[in-house]
């Protein structure tokens, strides 16, 4: 494995009794790259995201997640990664600030120093006066910049980020991305999952999951002149079409 690889699965499989959800995927991603992983409902994408952050052991093949095995050593990977889900993750009963804090402690962010990320954070954000108001008092795309904030304040290797713009209005989309690229630009590996095929554009590399196999993966670019289409809808339409498992 390359030093640089931050992820690598090999024929990685996952099995709910005759049921195969994801059927030996490989694929590696490197670091600091915005990695989309794509594919319909029922496509086996949350299945095998789930397995690479050491939340679900696989039923057979290899993975490795920031060096680690997620057989071997799931809890070094849940350290090593940040990770923001498809509903919001944040506490919404807490305030700006106690969210970062807590979710500051949880990953591990020393005492000496959470205090004065916090701080950090919230002026990057410009969410001064909005600090001590509860989280669910806030817009849903102020909320969803806050959790993938608070997602990399541990400075992880990786981050995990499934269908992060859901019910997000185009132009908070457009700042979220400014801020995944930031991150990337960082040195933080971005693995997303989207239903927004325009944001698969925004992507180094983006791969299409169908029925638990890998169906195409390559750079935006490549995919559209290997499938003739004019955008990433028309070639995720061309795969996905043929589909036999749904929502």
Same mark, same amino acid.
């Given at each position: 494995?390359?030093?640089?690889?931050?992820?690598?699965? &090999?024929?990685?499989?996952?099995?709910?009794?005759?049921?195969?959800?994801?059927?030996?995927?490989?694929?590696?991603?490197?670091?600091?790259?915005?990695?989309?992983?794509?594919?319909?409902?029922? =496509?086996? /994408? +949350?299945?095998?995201?789930?397995?690479?952050?050491? !939340?679900?052991?696989?039923?057979?093949?290899?993975? +490795?997640?920031?060096?680690?095995?997620?057989?071997?050593?799931?809890?070094?990977?849940?350290?090593?990664?940040?990770?923001?889900?498809?509903?919001?993750?944040?506490?919404?009963?807490?305030?700006?600030?106690?969210?970062?804090?807590?979710?500051?402690?949880?990953?591990?962010?020393?005492?000496?120093?959470?205090? *004065? /990320? +916090?701080?950090?954070?919230?002026? /990057?954000?410009?969410?001064? $006066?909005? %600090?001590? /108001? !509860?989280? @669910?008092? !806030?817009?849903?795309?102020?909320? *969803?910049?806050?959790?993938?904030?608070?997602?990399?304040?541990?400075?992880?290797? &990786?981050?995990?980020?499934?269908?992060?713009?859901?019910?997000?209005?185009?132009?908070? @989309?457009? *700042?979220?991305?400014?801020?995944?690229?930031?991150? %990337?630009?960082?040195?933080?590996?971005?693995?997303?999952?989207?239903?927004?095929?325009?944001? =698969?554009?925004?992507?180094? @590399?983006?791969?299409?999951?169908?029925?638990?196999?890998? $169906? $195409? !993966?390559?750079?935006? %670019?490549?995919?559209?002149? *290997?499938?003739?289409?004019?955008?990433?809808?028309?070639?995720?339409?061309?795969? =996905?079409?043929?589909?036999?498992?749904?929502?």
């Amino acid at each position: 494995m390359n030093k640089d690889t931050m992820i690598e699965a &090999i024929d990685l499989t996952k099995k709910f009794g005759e049921f195969t959800a994801v059927d030996k995927v490989s694929f590696s991603v490197g670091k600091g790259e915005i990695f989309g992983f794509l594919g319909a409902n029922g =496509a086996g /994408k +949350t299945t095998a995201m789930r397995m690479l952050c050491g !939340l679900l052991r696989p039923s057979s093949g290899k993975a +490795t997640v920031a060096g680690f095995d997620i057989y071997q050593d799931p809890e070094s990977v849940k350290r090593s990664i940040g990770y923001m889900s498809q509903k919001f993750s944040l506490y919404e009963n807490l305030t700006v600030r106690e969210n970062i804090r807590f979710y500051g402690g949880i990953y591990g962010v020393p005492k000496n120093a959470l205090k *004065q /990320k +916090t701080n950090v954070l919230i002026d /990057k954000l410009g969410l001064e $006066a909005e %600090a001590s /108001k !509860l989280v @669910r008092s !806030l817009p849903l795309g102020w909320r *969803q910049k806050i959790a993938f904030s608070v997602a990399i304040l541990h400075q992880p290797g &990786i981050v995990f980020l499934d269908e992060p713009t859901g019910g997000v209005d185009p132009i908070t @989309r457009r *700042q979220f991305w400014d801020m995944i690229y930031e991150a %990337a630009e960082s040195g933080i590996t971005v693995f997303v999952t989207t239903h927004y095929m325009d944001e =698969a554009e925004y992507c180094n @590399r983006v791969s299409i999951m169908v029925d638990g196999v890998i $169906a $195409a !993966l390559d750079t935006p %670019a490549n995919l559209k002149a *290997q499938y003739k289409a004019i955008d990433m809808d028309d070639v995720f339409f061309q795969l =996905a079409r043929g589909a036999k498992r749904g929502d």
